[in-house]
Antibody
Framework: QVQLVQSGAEVKKPGSSVKVSCKASGDTFSRYAITWVRQAPGQGLEWMGRIIPILGIPHYAQKFQGRVTITADKSTSTAYMELSSLRSEDTAVYYC????????????WGQGTLVTVSS | QSALTQPPSASGSPGQSVTISCTGTSSDVGGYNYVSWYQQHPGKAPKLMIYEVNTRPSGVPDRFSGSKSGNTASLTVSGLQAEDEADYYCTSYAGSNNLVFGGGTKLTVL
């Protein structure tokens, strides 16, 4: 049973950064990619980017280029998503998901991490 | 990349069928057979329902089916049940390691 377990909720000030973790079980890191998706309150899902852990190369949505950093620690099977220069519009639930490398469907999801940006 | 276009809402009575559309371009939906669909109940993480246009993961009822024609993909839910009431999102591979989501459709079972 694949599990993706994310870190807990965060409250951040505008202008600061947040780093969310996603620990994977099983063979996820050796065979899959990890994708990050966010969902603002009452809004839809938004793709932020992905990383293939065995390659260590991230890919980012154009919207988040320069503000997001996705990394993966193979030794602990943990992926990270760091978002900087936070603003109120970044208040959202952030999900990690297991991503099949070639066809990019997301077959297992973490439980989500609520990030609240407020002064 | 622009979001894929889905109707904001859809509805049907128990036992009926409903189809949700997902319109993109030749750079995403029309260019690849990598469309997937996700179901999301309130407060829950999304769940994969269809991948590669029309393939159901193990455990997903065969009442759910997918198709594609040109730049538009569709999800059909047959024999609607109360538990099918949820938000549904389509995604498509959009080239260069990019994924694009649809805006989501709220399915109501009347």
């Amino acid at each position: 049973q694949v599990q993706l377990v994310q870190s807990g909720a965060e409250v951040k000030k505008p202008g600061s950064s947040v780093k969310v973790s996603c620990k994977a079980s099983g063979d996820t890191f050796s065979r899959y990619a990890i994708t990050w998706v966010r969902q603002a309150p009452g809004q839809g899902l938004e793709w932020m980017g992905r990383i293939i852990p065995i390659l260590g190369i991230p890919h980012y949505a154009q919207k988040f280029q320069g503000r997001v950093t996705i990394t993966a620690d193979k030794s602990t099977s943990t992926a990270y998503m760091e978002l900087s220069s936070l603003r109120s519009e970044d208040t959202a639930v952030y999900y990690c998901a297991r991503d099949t490398v070639t066809t990019q469907f997301l077959d297992n999801w973490g439980q989500g991490t609520l990030v609240t940006v407020s002064s | 990349q622009s979001a894929l276009t889905q109707p904001p809402s859809a509805s049907g009575s128990p036992g009926q069928s409903v189809t949700i559309s997902c319109t993109g371009t030749s750079s995403d939906v029309g260019g690849y057979n990598y469309v997937s669909w996700y179901q999301q109940h309130p407060g829950k993480a999304p769940k994969l329902m269809i991948y590669e246009v029309n393939t159901r993961p193990s455990g997903v009822p065969d009442r759910f089916s997918g198709s594609k024609s040109g730049n538009t993909a569709s999800l059909t839910v047959s024999g609607l049940q109360a538990e099918d009431e949820a938000d549904y999102y389509c995604t498509s591979y959009a080239g260069s390691n990019n994924l694009v989501f649809g805006g989501g459709t709220k399915l109501t079972v009347l």
